[in-house]
C-alpha cells in the first residue's frame, strides 16, 4: 500500500479522553477517522460489548487499516472480597470482550491486505495490581495477554498489534475512580505528575503507523517511570 493512500481508523471510546485525542492525534497524520462509543457525538455509536452489534458496525464501515481500542471501563473500586458480581462481570465486559469484539471483527480484514495496525489500551494496572481496582486491573492483564497472542498471530501478515500501558492520565475516567485509589496510583509516579491525553495519543500515533516495523505484541510504558519492567 501506498503511503499516499488516506488510512481509515476505528477509535473505540473515540469520543472522550484518550479516544478523543488519539482521533485528533490521528487526524491530523492525515488519517481518516471512525469513533465507534456508546457515548453520543460518535460516529457510530456501538456498546463494544455487544458482539453481534460490533459485527454489524464493522460490516457497516467497511475495510480499516488501523484500530485503537481505547473504550474502558474503571469498574468498581473496593477490596476484591467486597467486589459485586455484577461490577466484576461488567468490567471484563467492555474491557475485555469489547477489545475481543473488535479485534475478532477487524483483524481479518487487515490480514487479507497485507497491513494493518492495532493499539489496544491496556494500564499499569495490568501490570503492578493496583489495590481496590482488581476488576480493572485483571482486566488490564488479560488486555496484554490477548495482544501478545494476537501479535504472534499476525506476525508475518503486516498487521501489527500492541499494546500501551499508562499510568494516571487526566481525562474523565478519573472521576470514576475513587479519591484514595487515585491519590495511590498518582503518588507512584516518579515524575509526579499526571499524564496528559496528546502525550499518550503521540505514541498512539506512532505505534498506528508505518515508523514501527519491528514490534507486535509489545506493551509500551507510558508511566511518568513508574514502571519498573
Ligand atoms: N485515564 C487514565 O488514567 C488511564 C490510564 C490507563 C489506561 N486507561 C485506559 O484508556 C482507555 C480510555 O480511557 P479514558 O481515560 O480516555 O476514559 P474516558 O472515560 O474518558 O473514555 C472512555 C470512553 O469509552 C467509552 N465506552 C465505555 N464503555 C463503552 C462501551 N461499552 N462501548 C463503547 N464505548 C464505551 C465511553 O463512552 C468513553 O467515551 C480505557 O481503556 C482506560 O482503561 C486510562
Redesign the pocket.
Do not use: Q
Given at each position: 500500500m501506498t503511503s499516499s493512500r488516506t488510512r481509515t481508523a476505528v477509535i473505540?471510546?473515540?469520543?472522550?479522553?484518550?479516544?478523543?485525542a488519539a482521533a485528533l492525534r490521528l487526524e491530523a497524520d492525515g488519517v481518516s477517522v471512525v469513533t465507534?462509543?456508546?457515548?453520543d457525538g460518535a460516529d457510530v455509536i456501538?456498546?463494544?460489548?455487544d458482539a453481534a452489534a460490533v459485527r454489524a458496525a464493522a460490516d457497516e464501515i467497511g475495510p480499516i487499516d488501523i484500530l485503537v481500542n481505547?473504550?474502558?471501563?474503571?469498574g468498581p473500586n473496593a477490596p476484591l472480597w467486597e467486589i459485586p458480581l455484577d461490577g466484576w462481570r461488567r468490567t471484563f465486559a467492555?474491557?475485555v470482550d469489547?477489545t475481543f469484539h473488535t479485534c475478532r471483527a477487524f483483524a481479518p480484514g487487515m490480514r487479507a491486505r497485507g497491513w494493518g495496525r492495532i493499539v489496544n489500551?491496556?494500564?499499569?494496572?495490568g501490570k503492578d495490581g493496583n489495590p481496590n481496582m482488581s476488576p480493572?486491573s485483571a482486566t488490564?492483564a488479560a488486555v496484554i495477554a490477548m495482544t501478545k497472542s494476537l501479535g504472534k498471530e499476525l506476525a508475518t501478515s503486516g498487521v501489527l498489534a500492541n499494546a500501551i500501558a499508562?499510568?494516571?492520565?487526566e481525562?474523565?475516567?478519573?472521576a470514576?475512580t475513587e479519591p484514595e485509589a487515585l491519590a495511590h496510583i498518582t503518588g507512584l509516579i516518579p515524575m509526579r505528575r499526571?499524564g496528559r491525553?496528546e502525550e499518550v495519543a503521540e505514541l498512539i500515533a506512532w505505534l498506528a503507523s508505518d515508523k514501527v516495523s519491528f514490534s507486535t505484541g509489545a506493551v509500551y510504558d507510558i508511566s511518568g517511570g513508574r514502571a519498573t519492567y
Amino acid at each position: 500500500m501506498t503511503s499516499s493512500r488516506t488510512r481509515t481508523a476505528v477509535i473505540t471510546g473515540g469520543v472522550s479522553g484518550l479516544g478523543r485525542a488519539a482521533a485528533l492525534r490521528l487526524e491530523a497524520d492525515g488519517v481518516s477517522v471512525v469513533t465507534l462509543d456508546i457515548a453520543d457525538g460518535a460516529d457510530v455509536i456501538v456498546d463494544v460489548t455487544d458482539a453481534a452489534a460490533v459485527r454489524a458496525a464493522a460490516d457497516e464501515i467497511g475495510p480499516i487499516d488501523i484500530l485503537v481500542n481505547s473504550a474502558g471501563v474503571v469498574g468498581p473500586n473496593a477490596p476484591l472480597w467486597e467486589i459485586p458480581l455484577d461490577g466484576w462481570r461488567r468490567t471484563f465486559a467492555v474491557n475485555v470482550d469489547g477489545t475481543f469484539h473488535t479485534c475478532r471483527a477487524f483483524a481479518p480484514g487487515m490480514r487479507a491486505r497485507g497491513w494493518g495496525r492495532i493499539v489496544n489500551i491496556a494500564s499499569m494496572a495490568g501490570k503492578d495490581g493496583n489495590p481496590n481496582m482488581s476488576p480493572y486491573s485483571a482486566t488490564k492483564a488479560a488486555v496484554i495477554a490477548m495482544t501478545k497472542s494476537l501479535g504472534k498471530e499476525l506476525a508475518t501478515s503486516g498487521v501489527l498489534a500492541n499494546a500501551i500501558a499508562p499510568a494516571v492520565i487526566e481525562t474523565p475516567m478519573n472521576a470514576d475512580t475513587e479519591p484514595e485509589a487515585l491519590a495511590h496510583i498518582t503518588g507512584l509516579i516518579p515524575m509526579r505528575r499526571v499524564g496528559r491525553p496528546e502525550e499518550v495519543a503521540e505514541l498512539i500515533a506512532w505505534l498506528a503507523s508505518d515508523k514501527v516495523s519491528f514490534s507486535t505484541g509489545a506493551v509500551y510504558d507510558i508511566s511518568g517511570g513508574r514502571a519498573t519492567y
